[in-house]
Structure formats: structure tokens, C-alpha cells
């Protein structure tokens, strides 16, 4: 008998418990278990592969696999919609957070591409519409899980100071 034990760690669920297996000598078998995300936070899930010996008085033995992290941004790549589909999708959604902005970032296009970069969203806005000082920028992201589930951004900040390059971003 062999069996594959699963732990989660975070924001994960085991859905259902791999069922023990037997296998013969230089057997093999696939096992399959799905797992629930609950949340955008990171998990782990640890794992041990117990088995019995034929004709030994032991307990069980036991080998402990390598952890296996689990990152939502893994599973998200940008996305492509029109203006008109971004808005219908926006105005769809039930519920929305305003963010304040805490960052070093002294550049407003720097930190939309920081902001892109780091949440695998595409900025939506053409370029001509962001270039240019001004002092403030406006921009729509959009991305898509491997799910099916979209995401949807806009992003409104301004210098504090619009006249002096080194003035911090809130927005």
C-alpha cells in the first residue's frame, strides 16, 4: 500500500484526499489532487509518501517530497479588451478598492510600468493618451487568470506637487 499525504499551507484547500494506491514491483501510477485557492496570498503544500514492505513488523515508512509553492501570479497573464468591453466589465463588477499609494517611485509612467509589470496586467490606455507631464496619469489594466476569471484596474495618481520632479505619487 502506498499512500500520498497532502498538507496545505495559506490560503489553500485540499478539495479531496488522494486515495492509497498498490502497486507491484517497478510499478508506477499517476495520483491527481485538487486544490482550492482562496485567496491572491501565496501557499505551500507539503507532502510524504508512506508505504508499507511486504513481510516487515515495521511501521509505516516514510519519504518526504519537496514542498511545492504555490504563487497566484503563476496563473495570471495580461489581458486584452477593448475600451467598451473594459467599461461594461468594470460597471459588471459587483464591488471595487480604492489603494492608497506608499511608493519611492518619483515618475509617473515608471511606476504604471512598475505597477504592470508587477501584477502581470496590461495597461489598456494608448500611449498617446499617457505621454507627456502633466502631473497626473489615468490608466485601465486588464489581465486574465488561466481560470477564466479577469481582473480590471484603473489607476488615477498625481504628483503632490506637480511642478517638482523629486514630489512623491499619491493617487
Not at 20 to 43: C, M, Q, R, W, Y
Not at 56 to 80: A, E, F, H, W
Not at 134 to 161: P, Q, R
Request: hydrophobic fraction near 40%.
Amino acid at each position: 500500500n502506498v499512500s500520498l499525504e497532502l498538507a496545505t499551507v495559506g490560503d489553500l484547500k485540499l478539495v479531496d484526499k488522494p486515495t492509497p494506491v498498490t502497486l507491484a514491483p517497478n510499478d508506477f501510477s499517476n495520483i491527481k489532487a485538487t486544490v482550492k485557492v482562496a485567496s491572491t496570498e501565496n501557499g505551500v503544500i507539503f507532502s510524504t509518501i508512506s508505504y508499507d514492505v511486504r513481510g516487515s513488523t515495521s511501521d509505516r515508512n516514510c519519504v518526504y517530497l519537496q514542498d511545492i509553492k504555490i504563487d497566484i501570479m503563476d496563473y495570471i497573464v495580461p489581458g486584452n479588451i477593448t475600451d467598451i468591453e473594459f467599461r461594461q466589465m468594470w460597471s459588471d463588477f459587483e464591488w471595487e478598492n480604492k489603494v492608497n499609494v506608499m511608493t519611492p517611485i518619483r515618475d509617473l509612467r515608471e511606476f504604471l510600468n512598475h505597477l504592470s509589470t508587477s501584477t502581470n496586467m496590461k495597461v489598456l490606455t494608448g500611449d498617446a493618451a499617457i505621454e507627456g507631464e502633466c502631473g497626473f496619469l489615468a490608466a485601465n489594466l486588464c489581465a486574465h487568470s488561466i481560470f477564466g476569471e479577469d481582473a480590471l484596474a484603473n489607476v488615477s495618481v498625481e504628483k503632490a506637487l506637480p511642478m517638482d520632479d523629486s514630489s512623491p505619487i499619491v493617487g
